[in-house]
């Protein structure tokens, strides 16, 4: 694959996946998996994951390992030229793409990641030309529903690993639960000062139980902790997008506790009524409970 479709470098550490991506990698070796599709709900860490799989196995595909992201197309047709301009083949105008690509690939052994195809489902033929014509092909798919391809095989991402709220382990160990450990490394990143302490491990364990181990929704609730530092902000705390339909729809969180949101607002955030506690005094709930009732004589 010339340039092979680099594979884009996240921002910030993966946390756990050891087992997962020890599983994916062992389907992937398998001279029978031709396409293996990684599904589950928006925001479960599909992405990371195969990111993940995807560098470790440049031995396995001596002749490339190539990412193209989908997500950003709706249109089923430009797959194929899509796939063609990340693997860095030159839009010829006349010449069929899928042609290109397979003229490309040829008996290769190559790794081919199609990120994000759920929105693009009926492209699912192109993959199956593509397989069919290169004989080494392997293809990787990310996508919250499997294709239906011949021969796929679908792993599903499992949700981040979660304490068990009852029994609460010592601090040191509820810090590598894979949930935990994903918030606090988030929360630190957005405030230097968060640590987990003794006294905020159990809320923390109980914001990444009730986000139910999704990473992405972690990560946006550790990063929002980072603006309510202060301690009484914790106990009451609770999450919860307030989405309108229309942001709904391309919410990725697949939290599916999206709830009205407030008219202009422009990020998801957990219903501030959850937030009474910590509610600030310039919040709408700080300043509705400081209105001055009306006086007696008045209307
Ligand atoms: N194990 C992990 N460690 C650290 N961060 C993670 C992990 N898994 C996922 N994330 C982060 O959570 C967010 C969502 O992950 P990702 O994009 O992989 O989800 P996805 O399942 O592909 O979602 P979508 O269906 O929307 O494409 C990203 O910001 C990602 O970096
Ligand atoms: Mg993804």
Request: hydrophobic residues 45%; contains cysteine.
């Amino acid at each position: 694959m010339a340039p092979p479709g680099r594979l884009p470098v996240p921002l910030a550490p993966l946390v756990g996946r050891e087992r997962e991506a020890a599983i994916v990698r062992a389907l992937l070796d398998h001279p029978d998996v031709r396409v293996l599709t990684l599904t589950g709900p928006g925001g479960v860490g599909k992405t990371r994951l195969a990111l993940r799989v995807a560098a470790e196995l440049g031995e396995v595909f001596p002749d490339g390992v190539g990412f193209v992201s989908l997500a950003p197309i709706a249109d089923p047709a430009l797959v194929p030229a899509t796939i063609a301009r990340a693997l860095g083949l030159r839009d010829s105008g006349d010449r069929d793409p899928v042609a290109a690509l397979t003229s490309h690939l040829g008996a290769g052994a190559y790794l081919l990641v199609l990120d994000n195809f759920e929105q693009i489902l009926a492209a699912a033929p192109v993959v199956a030309d593509l397989l069919a014509a290169c004989p080494r092909l392997t293809v990787l798919v990310t996508s919250r529903e499997i294709l239906h391809l011949y021969g796929e095989q679908a792993y599903l991402v499992p949700p981040l690993a979660l304490p068990d709220l009852n029994r609460l382990p010592p601090l040191d160990e509820l810090g590598q639960i894979e949930a935990v450990r994903l918030f606090a490394d988030r929360a630190h990143a957005a405030n230097a000062a968060f640590a987990l302490t003794a006294t905020n491990a159990p809320a923390v364990a109980a914001i990444c139980a009730r986000l139910d181990g999704l990473p992405l929704a972690i990560e946006l609730a550790a990063a929002r902790s980072a603006m309510f530092p202060r301690r009484r902000y914790w106990p009451g705390w609770s999450i919860g997008c307030r989405c309108s339909p229309a942001v709904r729809a391309t919410c990725r969180s697949g939290c599916g506790r999206c709830g009205p949101r407030s008219p202009g607002a422009t990020t998801c955030s957990p219903p501030r009524s959850r937030l009474s506690s910590a509610a600030s005094p310039s919040s709408p709930a700080g300043s509705r409970s400081r209105r001055r009732k009306p006086s007696a004589g008045h209307g």
